[in-house]
């Protein structure tokens, strides 16, 4: 659970970003938190226009323009009809507001940060905002900007779709904008597409080799069950099944009965048949490996292709809400059959950009699909 899960449980609609930096927890906590919106020159120029009435008016009766002001989250929250809501120190802060957001000039609500959650009274909108650091298992750390709107009843809730269709590109703008400026100032950590990953050590040579990853609005704990009951005969591989499922739409739900792998189970490839993935690795919630049944201990099997590969299944928690799946390929081929393998090879990683580009997407909106169905139940 997060800070914004107790204080924003119950929300019509959301919108999560993330960047991962390479500066340490608490260096990019202290330097988000106090980021200056202003620092930012081209949301600096949006709020000087926005501001420019006040300005002149101030420059005719002062005779001086104002000081430049500043926009860290406490002066959005001392101007402004939000306020902090919340805040675990050196993880989160909560920023919050109810108010008539689709008027011309807002009518906000004078409500406390413990009766945030609570707050009923019609013809009103609740938007929530946090800002969240969390350490990466291997060192550096997410920055995670999680938006959260609701409304206190169904009108409320049409109005501020259309005011958000508008302005909603903004606020996704400057979101984006801020964590673009901490990943300037703290060091982006960019996908490394040639890191080691765990299940590398299966295949420690590789002529090929190809990596993708996606974020996940889910706990690796509920991505996981998704990766388990894959392949053909079982739930579909969530690609183009047209494909690679002979035209069966992959599930999109939960098969219980095809949730218990182990080492040296073969996920079938094909409609028909036994061929296919044998397991190579599992540690739930953490690592799947799936690749060529050669590659098992003790096998004893002829390579009947040029090559081997391997296809690793990487789940790093993003915090307690997200994950980040990074799936790697991996292809080696048999020795005195290589020229031909380079060939094979060059055709299936083509192929399989394609394919594994719509798994990934395919995944992803199954599992965040369920996961917000979920979260409706609960609430």
Not at 167 to 180: D, E, P
Not at 325 to 337: E, K, N, S
Not at 367 to 374: G, I, M, P, Q
Request: aromatic share 8%; net charge neutral; glycine share 6%.
């Amino acid at each position: 659970m997060t800070l914004i899960d107790d204080l924003m449980p119950d929300y019509s609609f959301r919108e999560v970003d993330h960047v991962a930096v390479t500066a340490d927890a608490v260096a990019t906590w202290t330097a988000a938190r106090a980021l200056d919106l202003y620092q930012i020159r081209w949301v600096r120029n949006l709020f000087r226009l926005r501001a420019l009435p006040n300005r002149i008016a101030a420059l005719l009766r002062e005779g001086l323009p104002p000081s430049e002001p500043t926009a860290r989250i406490e002066d959005i929250t001392n101007q402004t009809g939000f306020l902090i809501l919340g805040e675990e120190p050196a993880r989160e802060v909560v920023v919050g507001s109810v108010g008539k957001f689709w008027q011309a000039k807002i009518e906000f609500a004078r409500v406390a940060p413990a009766n945030f959650a609570s707050f009923s009274e019609a013809d009103f909108g609740k938007l929530a905002w946090s800002l969240r650091v969390d350490p990466r298992d291997d060192g550096g750390a997410w920055i995670t900007i999680d938006l959260r709107v609701a409304a206190t009843d169904g009108a409320s809730l049409a109005r501020f779709r259309r005011y958000w269709s508008i302005i909603g590109r903004f606020s996704r703008a400057i979101r984006r904008a801020v964590l673009h400026e901490c990943a300037e100032k703290l060091g982006a950590l960019v996908l490394d597409r040639t890191r080691r990953l765990p299940g590398d050590e299966i295949l420690p040579v590789a002529d090929a080799q190809q990596t993708h990853a996606i974020t996940i609005e889910a706990p690796p704990a509920s991505v996981w069950p998704w990766l388990v009951q894959m392949g053909c005969q079982r739930a579909g591989f969530y690609s183009i099944d047209r494909l690679d499922n002979a035209g069966i739409e992959s599930a999109d739900h939960i098969i219980p009965e095809l949730e218990h792998i182990a080492v040296g189970n073969i996920i079938p490839a094909r409609p028909t048949g036994e061929e296919g993935f044998a397991v190579l690795r599992v540690e739930p919630d953490r690592l799947l490996v799936l690749g060529s049944p050669q590659l098992l201990p003790n096998s004893g099997k002829a390579w009947s292709l040029p090559y081997v590969m391997t296809w690793a299944f990487v789940l790093e928690p993003i915090g307690p809400a997200a994950t980040q799946l990074i799936v790697r390929v991996r292809g080696a081929a048999q020795p005195g059959r290589r020229l031909r393998a380079r060939v094979t090879a060059a055709a299936v990683l083509a192929a399989h950009e394609i394919m594994e580009r719509a798994q990934l997407s395919g995944l992803k909106r199954r599992v965040e699909r369920l996961n917000a169905a979920a979260h409706l139940l609960r609430g």
